[in-house]
């Protein structure tokens, strides 16, 4: 039986190690889709603050530039723009022009784009899959939760664990973050679809059309927009904005009739 420090050292053990896994890996996933490509920062003020290829880290965003910038006042030169995660909620959108993207990118997004837009059934069926063991974790995570819980009440390792609360509620909190993404059945039907969402720019509200991507926790990611900034014209764009400003209405095609996996849709994708 370990005793009272030993019990200690483990967990604040166990805390650091998945404090620093969680760091190392949690990306949010619709940010990491624009990950090397050219992107523009769009803030909610409606400038485009920085405009270069995009690096995504889970602390922040880096722009790189393509040409230094010079500070004429100052003297200073700029290579790169670095917006960080505390920064986040001045985001108004994410915007990935199609005519910046290069040769390679074009066919890179090309492939991205055939894929995503009404997907087969096996593809809907691993996205089933992988949001069945995200439920299922969660629930694993509410297990321990009430585990922990039970024990804390009961006899003398309730008293060791409940002494330890703090670093046990650093674990989870770090377990829960390190999923990056939320489910939502409403939105899941949409995935691959052409919708129409409502952005809130200032006091108005603008109305757009695209194919959704894909949607994380705080942000959506939506294709094949016609966008339109302070200095650019309407053009074709793929955007990511945040769920609190940005909110799908309508689905935007015909709804289609529910698929079941056939053997037939088995043989074309073994094919």
Known sequence: MFDSLTITILIILAAALISAFS???????????FNNDPVSLEKITGKITAKGILKVENTGLEFIYSKEKKDEEKNHMHSTYIFYKYE??????????????SEEGKKAREKELNRTYRP????KLKRKIRNISKTVSDSLTELANAMVAHFQKSGA????LKSQDKYLKQINQNLIESVGSSF?????????HKIIFDLIKGEN?????GILKNYTANYIEILDVLYETENSDARIADIIVPQNIGVI?????KKEESSIFSIKELKKWIK
Request: glycine share 6%; hydrophobic share 35%; proline share 4%.
């Open 88 to 101: 986040f909620p001045q985001i108004q959108a994410l915007i990935r022009f199609h005519d910046e993207l």
């Open 205 to 209: 509200v603008h109305q757009y059309s």
């Open 120 to 123: 087969s059934a096996f593809k």
């Open 157 to 160: 390792s309730g008293a060791i």
């Open 249 to 253: 209405r309508h689905l935007g095609e």
């Open 23 to 33: 760091r190392r890996v949690k990306r949010d996933k619709c940010l990491y889709d």
């Open 184 to 192: 939502d059945p409403i939105l899941e039907k949409y995935i691959g």
